[in-house]
């Protein structure tokens, strides 16, 4: 790319991130909000990642774009992007005024016109459900250097690992030959025969390229998607490449699609060891308004192992629980025990593959109704419950809290 800045190109360059998911394998995590603005660590949401990596990279402006549950997302973006001390020009693009959005690559034909005012040479389309540390800088230059009609940024996974991603083979060039949804076996990348090259959800492309490719296809495939549709086809054309995701500051890379309560857990307990390889030059720079696993949400003489509690939640006094995420909107009464209540009432929350039991509000209302169930319809006392005293639903806060341990 030789005559090209960095600072020319990046001011060429809009983002546009995809922040209208669910994320279904999240059960109650996102009943209530979309994936992009789950809780991550003290102080962040998921989404500030993607937009961390923007602000970082010094690209310019940046289109959100909003669909399941924005309401909490979009509070989110206004109260700590575009404060007026904010770094990032963000505007946000809600399915409700300009879709709805039906697929990613859809959801770019819907927003056609707001995106030529914004007049870009590039778009970066990016997913704002993946937790990472990225500067975009390199990848659009890759992309403009090889004369690539797309380029899709990818991460070394191990082979076991990548059975239910997409998979890409390159060549030495780093031209993309094909790109396989789920494989039964992935193929091997080519520098590291122990890993494939998986699909970050992330791609560069020429502005005036894609808008005539989506004004082509447009309204011929319902939920035109970019892994399903666009990208294959650019692949059979041999003009798509690939850009490996680097590690920072000499560590592995960083990705985590966060897909499962599994995932989400594990990062949130990696966020508290700090064995999660974040780069601390690279931040997310916003004002703090909330935290996660406050000690004073958590009642005297309370047992929490392996548990993460979720900004807002709040643990009564004497409670045991393990294995667990609680969510914001749950209060624990005094005396719950996590272990005592499976056995003697099934299963009544939500249990991820490897065990993680998630404690919500409605989860705790299917508890109560089947204690309710289990009473002696012809001696009902509402202050009974199985000839134990009914506990108070209200938690009562200690001054201080000593959990065994939190998050």
């Given at each position: 790319?030789?005559?090209?800045?960095?600072?020319?190109?990046?001011?060429?360059?809009?983002?546009?991130?995809?922040?209208?998911?669910?994320?279904?394998?999240?059960?109650?995590?996102?009943?209530?909000?979309?994936?992009?603005?789950?809780?991550?660590?003290?102080?962040?949401?998921?989404?500030?990642?993607?937009?961390?990596?923007?602000?970082?990279?010094?690209?310019?402006?940046?289109?959100?774009?909003?669909?399941?549950?924005?309401?909490?997302?979009?509070?989110?973006?206004?109260?700590n992007w575009q404060a007026e001390t904010a770094e990032a020009?963000?505007?946000?693009?809600?399915?409700?005024?300009?879709?709805?959005?039906?697929?990613?690559?859809?959801?770019?034909?819907?927003?056609?016109?707001?995106?030529?005012?914004?007049?870009?040479?590039?778009?970066?389309?990016?997913?704002?459900?993946?937790?990472?540390?990225?500067?975009?800088?390199?990848?659009?230059?890759?992309?403009?250097?090889?004369?690539?009609?797309?380029?899709?940024?990818?991460?070394?996974?191990?082979?076991?690992?990548?059975?239910?991603?997409?998979?890409?083979?390159?060549?030495?060039?780093?031209?993309?030959?094909?790109?396989?949804?789920?494989?039964?076996?992935?193929?091997?990348?080519?520098?590291?025969?122990?890993?494939?090259?998986?699909?970050?959800?992330?791609?560069?492309f020429e502005w005036s390229l894609l808008r005539d490719l989506?004004?082509?296809?447009?309204?011929?495939?319902?939920?035109?998607?970019?892994?399903?549709?666009?990208?294959?086809?650019?692949?059979?054309?041999?003009?798509?490449?690939?850009?490996?995701?680097?590690?920072?500051?000499?560590?592995?890379?960083?990705?985590?699609?966060?897909?499962?309560?599994?995932?989400?857990?594990?990062?949130?307990?990696?966020?508290?060891?700090?064995?999660?390889?974040?780069?601390?030059?690279?931040?997310?720079?916003?004002?703090?308004?909330?935290?996660?696993?406050?000690?004073?949400?958590?009642?005297?003489?309370?047992?929490?192992?392996?548990?993460?509690?979720?900004?807002?939640?709040?643990?009564?006094?004497?409670?045991?629980?393990?294995?667990?995420?609680?969510?914001?909107?749950?209060?624990?009464?005094?005396?719950?025990?996590?272990?005592?209540?499976?056995?003697?009432?099934?299963?009544?929350?939500?249990?991820s593959e490897g065990g993680i039991r998630v404690i919500s509000?409605?989860?705790?209302?299917?508890?109560?109704?089947?204690?309710?169930?289990?009473?002696?319809?012809?001696?009902?006392?509402?202050?009974?419950?199985?000839?134990?005293?009914?506990?108070?639903?209200?938690?009562?806060?200690?001054?201080?809290?000593?959990?065994?341990?939190?998050?």
């Open positions: 790319m030789a005559g090209t800045s960095s600072e020319g190109l990046t001011g060429n360059v809009l983002s546009i991130i995809l922040a209208g998911g669910r994320g279904s394998r999240l059960h109650d995590l996102t009943d209530g909000e979309a994936k992009p603005a789950l809780p991550i660590g003290p102080h962040a949401r998921l989404i500030d990642f993607t937009l961390a990596n923007v602000v970082n990279s010094g690209l310019g402006e940046t289109m959100v774009l909003t669909q399941y549950q924005p309401d909490t997302l979009q509070r989110h973006l206004l109260d020009a963000i505007s946000i693009l809600d399915g409700a005024d300009y879709g709805p959005y039906e697929g990613t690559a859809a959801a770019i034909s819907c927003v056609i016109d707001e995106i030529d005012i914004a007049a870009p040479r590039h778009v970066v389309i990016l997913a704002g459900d993946h937790l990472y540390q990225m500067d975009y800088r390199p990848f659009v230059e890759r992309h403009v250097a090889t004369g690539a009609e797309v380029t899709v940024g990818v991460v070394h996974v191990p082979r076991g690992q990548a059975t239910g991603l997409g998979v890409l083979e390159v060549d030495a060039a780093h031209r993309i030959t094909a790109f396989i949804e789920k494989p039964f076996v992935a193929p091997a990348a080519p520098d590291r025969p122990d890993q494939a090259l998986a699909s970050m959800g992330i791609y560069v989506l004004k082509e296809i447009e309204g011929t495939v319902a939920d035109l998607d970019f892994g399903k549709h666009i990208i294959p086809a650019l692949v059979s054309c041999g003009t798509a490449y690939a850009y490996a995701l680097p590690g920072r500051q000499g560590r592995e890379p960083l990705w985590q699609d966060l897909g499962t309560l599994d995932a989400y857990h594990a990062v949130q307990r990696r966020l508290l060891d700090g064995s999660l390889p974040l780069d601390p030059v690279w931040p997310i720079e916003y004002p703090i308004h909330h935290g996660l696993g406050d000690r004073r949400a958590i009642g005297f003489g309370s047992h929490l192992r392996n548990v993460v509690l979720l900004p807002g939640a709040r643990v009564g006094r004497a409670v045991t629980i393990s294995d667990a995420i609680v969510l914001a909107d749950t209060e624990i009464p005094d005396g719950f025990e996590l272990e005592a209540e499976l056995s003697e009432h099934g299963k009544w929350c939500t249990i509000a409605r989860a705790l209302q299917r508890l109560a109704s089947r204690r309710r169930r289990s009473l002696d319809p012809g001696h009902f006392d509402p202050g009974t419950s199985g000839g134990r005293p009914e506990r108070d639903s209200r938690p009562r806060m200690a001054e201080a809290a000593v959990p065994v341990s939190f998050l």
